[in-house]
């Protein structure tokens, strides 16, 4: 049974990922209208693995016995200024998210709950690779400035990305790729 310090942190959690993934959602849908396939079809894995990582989160908080909640969402934002600021945007959620992944773990460990200290981990190794991929876009773009063109091109590398983690399943195949 999880202690109730740990069940609501770890509803805190589901919350997040939840809204990480309407967040994704959101800029997925602003790139497709913009004509950014590739763009969009990267934002739109990422919001499928940000579900998937509530889902693993509800499912284990119910199997200890306590009850993964599903939460109410605020409406993300309609537009973005730019492809740099989603990206900026994405790194800087990603920060947030280690940061409360951290904040759990630590709450774990307070509360000498090793099991779920434990289930942690794969988030912990999550996050490393989540934030690391985010960092390296905004490294490109930063590269980029304002070169209209070479968004088409970026917009091309990232259908690329988007069908290599589609097919290996998450950050996972980002080791060493990019
Ligand atoms: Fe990228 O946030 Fe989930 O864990």
Redesign the pocket.
Known sequence: MLAKKVSEALNKQIE??AS?SQFYLAMASWAETEGLNGISAFLYHHAD??RM?MLKLIKFVNERGAHGIVPALKQPPVTFKSVKSVFEQVLSH?VK?SDE?NKLVDTCLKEKDYTTHNFLQW?VS??IE?EALARKIVDKLKLLGDDKGGIYFFDRDMEALAAQTAAGGGAEADKGGK
């Open positions: 997040l990922e990480s693995e940000e990582h990603e998210v992944i988030y999550e996050q989540e």
